[in-house]
Structure formats: C-alpha cells, structure tokens
C-alpha cells in the first residue's frame, strides 16, 4: 500500500492545550506522524510519495469559503496585534449568540469558527493543514487511478473540523474532502468508516443531511467522552440524509469483544449502502495505553481492524486522525494497513 506523507506538518508545534483545568503541551505533536512513518519504512509498507500540490481548492466543497478564509489569515491577523503566543480562542457561538455575523476583530474570529479550545495556531499550522489535506487527496487520487488501498498520513487530523468550525486539534476535514473528492470524480456513493475513539462530530455535521456520502462513527459515549455534544445513537440523519448516519457510542472500559461486534455491525450497513468507495477515518487512540481515552484496544486487535474493513471488498482510503500513545500508536495504526493487506 502506498502513504502520502508531507514534512510540513513538523511546523505545526510548539502549542499548548488546556486539559483538566492545567495548560500541557499538545498531545498532537510531530514525533506522532514520525514514529508512523518510520514504522511504514521498518514493515516495508510501499512507497511514501509527496502529496501533488493542490493548494485549498478540495477543502471548499467541504468548507463554507469564509471560514477557509479565516484559516488562510488567522496568524497574519494574530501576529498583527504584535503577539507571538499561539493564538486561542476565548468565546463560541453557542445558541443564543449571533451566528451571522462574523467579528472582524482576530479574537472575535477565533471564536465565531471554533468549537474549544483545541485547535491552536502557529506560523506553520496552515501551510500544514494544507498539506495534510493535499494528502488526503493524494492519496484518494491513487485509489480512483486503480489503487485498491492508500494511507494518508495526515497531520493535523480532521473529523472534529465541520464546515464552519476548527477544534478538537482538527482544522480542515481531510476525510470530508476526500469523501467530496470522490463525489466530484465519478463515486456515486461513499461511505465514511470512522473508528477514532472521539466522535467524528465535524464529519457527521457535514454529511448530516446527504444521502450520498453515508457516514458511520464507532466512538466514546458523548454523555462521558468529548466532544461531549454530538455522536448520540439517535442521530440518524437529517431530510434526504435521514437513514444515511449511524453512530455507536460505547462507554468507557469497551475491549474489543464489544468493540470488534460494533465494527462487524458497521462494516454490514457499510456493505448494504452498496458505496463506490470507503475512506475510514483511522485513529488509534482506542488503544488502552491512550494517555486521552478509556478504550482497552490491544495491539493485536489492530490488525483484526484491517482484516474486517477489507473483507468489504471495496477500494479503500485511510485516513490519518488520533491516537496520543506515542510508543504504540505507529504499530498499531501500521497493523491496520498490513492487516488489511492480509498479512
Ligand atoms: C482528536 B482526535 C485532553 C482533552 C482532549 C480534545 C481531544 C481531541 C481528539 N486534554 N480534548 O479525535 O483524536
Ligand atoms: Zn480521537
């Protein structure tokens, strides 16, 4: 299997994140998308190729354009007020709040297109962002060419972005693009397998009223686990989507008796929807060692992953979300690849 792999994301560093009431280094760091990299070198994988310049552009079917604008400006605005500390949001839209109205002041912006407090910026998160989005097309572009299977290795992750909001360490959706992407190029249905721990609230959000791109969550009950406010059992979707998402919240302690059954379940909706294409969103943050989640995912239960989505029989895009255990998360997202490949 081919990687799409940037070193761009290695400007996106140096930030902070709040995490139970203390400000601790980022969990999503660099030495993440390194030690999985590597790991594709050490198993022999395939080759890792640069992602083809494509700027934005596949973010906007996916993004509404003022908010990829805020993106594009946020550090030059930031840096403006003559400040050097990565920028943080303070307010959110919540009900109640005007929704129509952009500020145009930079901390008014920040918060008008944020969910939390997780998504910080720095002189190299957009030229990251970008290119962890152009991998994402990249490699769905290997998959429409012929590829049975390709991994995008992004950096930073996507599923908590929506079309109007960065958070949760996401900015730009990469597995929404390429999911468009597909839509745009000839793929008259597409589903999205999402098995990062966190809820995919951003994916869920774009797709919610969309027949044509199904998108299915397997994650922490957002009654205990962030982003705490979407990815409940009863969201089914919306009008022409009604039918078209499908959530599995499980509680804290799940293993992979209970998990591995709710991926069989997910896999049988995913092979009913008859899709042209699978992007799974691949976090591995499942793992019981994740220092930010309470799943208890063994490595060998990684490869059982692989095995399980392949058994689809359906081209398939990964994509590169969460997974915080530094030591094992290459292993483990690594051993869904070769499990998929069957070996
Ligand atoms: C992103 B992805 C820990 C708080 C966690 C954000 C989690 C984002 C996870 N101090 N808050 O889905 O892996
Ligand atoms: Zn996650």
Redesign the pocket.
Known sequence: MKTVYSPLHHGHSGYF????GAF?PG??KPVRAEFIRSRIEEVGLGPILAPVAHGIGPAQGVHTADYLAFLADAWTLWTAMDRHTPALPMVWPIPGLRADKPPKSIDGLLGFYSL?T?APIVAGTYPAVVASLESAITAADLVRNGERAAFALCRP?G??AGSRFM????YVNNAAAAAQHFRDNGAARVAILDV???H?NGTQEIFYSRADVMVVNLHGDPLTE??FLLGHADEHGSGPGEGFNVNYPMPHGTDYAVWGAALDDACRKVAAYKPDVVVVSL?V?TFEKDP??HFLLKTPDYPKIGRRIAELGLPTLFVM????AVAEIAVNAVGVLTGFEGE
């Open positions: 994140e709040f995490c139970n601790v969990f999503e939390d997780g992750p599923h908590h958070g949760g360490y996401c990062d721990y966190h995919g962030y982003p976090g943050d930010i989640s979300e969460g997974g915080y």
